[in-house]
């Protein structure tokens, strides 16, 4: 079966960066900013990408793109008979895992999205978004259907193929999202009390890092990279010989790190305009289902058509981003699917859909009519994101730093990353150092600050 590749350099920066940038940038990113210190925090995640996350995201492209094959396939191509193949098949299962409930949250942001065209959101009060919220995630048919919706659209780009299905929309919706984000942003920096916000992301307070903020940066770092998921490693299998994977990598960053900080500056001075601290507040949905359109209608109350038009492009905004992580997620599984089964893509993209949204579909329901079905005390959707991003994701970062960095003849990973030494590499040393003994440590650390360990020893 011949495997497509991306038809040009542009592809596959757009679409590698789209595989990273998601809804974890929007709202994980400038909660983590304001509980960490604002500025400081910041330096300190930068400093992560370069030193952690960099390196892995290499390792991935390298896994893939060194053997053209899914993620399971490639590691049993680079250490035939042995065990490895599993680091792969964790990958696949992560990403199934995390299509299946992230694709509810990716509805919520498409029912949003179409309640602010509407302007559903005037005149409501604090107490409404509550309820609005509620109405939206507890309602199963209202639930059910967003969450449907959005994975058929996930299904209509992934079946399209390399080409002409997540090529051509990376090159379409990936440009969009830097649009809409710099139309935000000059907004939100343009409110009457936003130098505050912006002096809090600009001017560091060194003295408020410690081993926390530290800790929180390097998950930060690893989590917004979508790193050890499979979707990266998937990617590079259709990457041409001649793609520079060091220089991809840092352009990868740079984009995702880009939309990470401008979601800050988005956030940020909308927040300080009215007053409201994103210390303490929640990571997830409370902040952008029921505190963001509270924050920009109170923003905007002198010009009630910039808040219509602001909340309209902030969830297009979040629509966005969920699918272009939705489609990569999608795309490990059905790679996976369709190489290791022999199947062709058309069928193998349906067996996905039909089993994620059959299990989306309970995790969608635990808002609701499951609410009371608990695992370890954690409801469905809840209990499928803690196991997949706080063990899973670290558990595959780790093992594919030490894949890289102590299984693997050096000698094969460095022809692989200079092409052949048609490149130079002057970093190699440092990279194969960093994924024997920084990596693991850190991620070891990430790991065990994810489980509560350190909370506990406190």
Not at 25 to 32: A, D, K, Q, S
Not at 265 to 276: E, K, L, M, S
């Amino acid at each position: 079966m011949e495997r497509e590749n991306f038809g040009s350099k542009l592809g596959v920066v757009l679409a590698a960066a789209g595989s990273a940038v998601g809804l974890g940038n929007i709202w994980r990113f400038p909660v983590e900013t304001g509980q960490n210190g604002g500025a400081a925090f910041i330096i300190v995640y930068l400093i992560c990408i370069v030193l952690l996350g960099i390196p892995i995201m290499m390792s991935e492209f390298f896994i893939g793109r060194s053997t053209h094959l899914n993620a399971a396939g490639a590691y049993r191509k680079l250490a035939p008979g042995t065990k490895w193949n599993w680091v792969g098949r964790l990958g696949v299962l992560t990403g199934f895992i995390i299509l299946s409930y992230y694709s509810v949250v990716a509805g919520w942001t498409a029912q949003y999205t179409v309640l602010s065209v509407a302007n559903y959101f005037d005149g409501k009060s604090a107490t409404d978004y509550i309820q609005i919220f509620n109405d939206c995630s507890a309602n199963p048919w209202l639930s059910i259907s967003a969450m449907l919706g959005f994975m058929l659209l996930t299904h209509f780009v992934v079946v399209r193929g390399v080409k002409s299905g997540i090529e051509k929309f990376s090159k379409v919706m990936m440009p969009a999202l830097f649009i809409i984000i710099i139309i935000l942003v000059i907004c939100s920096v343009s409110l009457p009390g936003a130098s505050k916000g912006v002096e809090y992301l600009l001017k560091p307070d060194f003295s408020k890092i410690d081993g926390s903020v530290i800790l929180s940066a390097m998950g930060q770092a690893f989590f917004s990279l979508s790193l050890g998921l499979g979707c990266l490693c998937t990617y590079a299998s259709y990457f041409d010989k001649d793609t520079n994977l060091g220089k991809t990598a840092f352009k990868v960053s740079i984009i995702d790190s880009f939309v990470a900080i401008m979601a800050g500056f988005i956030i940020f001075p909308a927040v300080f305009n009215i007053g409201y601290q994103l210390e303490g507040s929640d990571v997830g949905p409370s902040l952008i289902f029921i505190t963001l359109p509270n924050v920009f209608q109170q923003s905007f109350t002198s010009l009630p058509i910039l808040s219509y038009l602001f909340a309209v492009m902030f969830y297009f905004l979040l629509v966005v981003a969920a699918l272009t992580s939705t489609i990569s997620m999608h795309e490990v599984v059905t790679a996976y699917v369709s190489e290791e089964f022999n199947m062709i893509r058309r069928k193998a993209a349906w067996i996905v859909t039909l089993t994620c949204s059959f299990v989306g579909l309970f995790c969608a329901l635990s808002f609701g009519p499951l609410s009371n079905v608990k695992i370890f005390g954690f409801s469905l959707f809840d209990f499928f994101d803690y196991v997949s991003s706080n063990i899973f994701l670290p558990v595959g970062g780790l093992l594919i730093s030490i894949f890289i960095g102590w299984y693997l003849d050096k000698k094969y990973v460095k022809e692989e990353i200079t092409n052949g030494g048609t490149i130079r590499v002057p970093y190699f040393k440092a990279f194969i150092l960093i994924l024997r003994y920084v990596a693991p440590i850190a991620i070891g650390l990430i790991l065990l600050n994810q489980l509560g360990l350190f909370a506990f020893m406190k």
